[in-house]
């Protein structure tokens, strides 16, 4: 499965941007898309996932209620609208697929247990 991650930008403060994952090769063992971001000298961190089969999603708790993951099946592409952004939203954010069957969703929340991973992202938000 290949990853293509795009829709990064600079925005100010309460702005948004759509990230866009697009996945190719064979997409069709997609179980989950999660979206993880990873600020200049942080560890790589969760932000929201969803399961390819029935959308339900699951989002970390400092980004619950601005940002909302979603998905297109008919074009294999995930989303991630990024509403209301905050200069602490700066990071290179990451898509990545995962084709193993967890728990529930919130076990998904565990970026190491992914099995792909897109290029990146830059999102730089400015107060």
């Known amino acids: 499965v290949q990853l293509q991650a795009s829709g990064g930008g600079s925005v100010q403060a309460g702005g948004s941007l759509k990230l866009s994952c697009a996945t190719s090769?064979?997409?069709?063992?997609?179980?989950?898309v999660g979206w993880f971001r990873q600020a200049p000298g942080k560890e790589r961190e969760f932000v929201a996932a969803?399961?390819?089969?029935?959308?339900?999603?699951f989002y970390a708790d400092s980004v619950k209620g601005r940002f909302t993951i979603s998905r297109d099946k008919a074009k294999n592409t995930a989303y991630l609208q990024l509403n209301s952004l905050k200069p602490e939203d700066t990071a290179v954010y990451y898509c990545?697929?995962?084709?193993?069957?967890?728990?529930?969703?919130?076990?998904?929340?565990?970026?190491?247990?992914?099995?792909?991973w897109g290029q990146g992202t830059l999102v730089t938000v400015s107060s």
């Open positions: 990545a697929v995962d084709t193993v069957i967890r728990g529930t969703i919130s076990d998904y929340a565990d970026w190491p247990e992914y099995d792909y």
């Open positions: 090769g064979r997409s069709y063992i997609t179980y989950v």
């Open positions: 969803i399961y390819w089969a029935n959308e339900i999603t």
